[in-house]
Nanobody, 120 residues
Framework: QVQLVESGGGLVQPGGSLRLSCAAS????????MGWYRQAPGKQRELVAF???????NYADSVKGRFTISRDYANNTVYLQMNSLKPEDTAVYYC??????????????WGQGTQVTVSS
C-alpha cells in the first residue's frame, strides 16, 4: 500500500497564499502521475492540477496563473502552491497518485484531505 500524507491547508483571507504538501511512500512516486483534486460542498470532485512522472503540468482553467504544482523527487513530495486565493477556492483538497491522473482518471491512492477555507 502506498501512503500519501498531506499537510498544509487552513484558513486564509482572499488574496492570500497557502502551500499544500503531500508526501508519498514507495518508489512508485517516480513513475506515477500526481494530482491535486478538490471538492466543495455540493459539488463534484474536480482535478485541479497534475504533474506527470516526466514533470509536465496542467491546471484547471479556474486556477491557471494562481496555482503551481511541483514535485520533489528527493523527498517523494508533491506540492501545490496556491496564490491569490479566492473564496471559490474553498474546498477539501486531496492528493492523488496513479498512472492515468493526467488523463483525468484518479489513481487508487489518496491523501486524507485537507480543508482550505478562503474567507474574510
Amino acid at each position: 500500500q502506498v501512503q500519501l500524507v498531506e499537510s498544509g491547508g487552513g484558513l486564509v483571507q482572499p488574496g492570500g497564499s497557502l502551500r499544500l504538501s503531500c508526501a508519498a511512500s514507495g518508489s512508485i512516486f517516480r513513475i506515477y502521475d500526481m494530482g491535486w483534486y478538490r471538492q466543495a460542498p455540493g459539488k463534484q470532485r474536480e482535478l485541479v492540477a497534475f504533474i506527470t512522472s516526466g514533470g509536465s503540468t496542467n491546471y484547471a482553467d479556474s486556477v491557471k496563473g494562481r496555482f503551481t504544482i511541483s514535485r520533489d523527487y528527493a523527498n517523494n513530495t508533491v506540492y501545490l502552491q496556491m496564490n491569490s486565493l479566492k473564496p471559490e477556492d474553498t474546498a477539501v483538497y486531496y492528493c492523488n497518485s496513479g498512472p492515468q491522473v493526467r488523463l483525468g482518471v484518479p489513481g487508487n491512492y489518496w491523501g486524507q484531505g485537507t480543508q482550505v477555507t478562503v474567507s474574510s
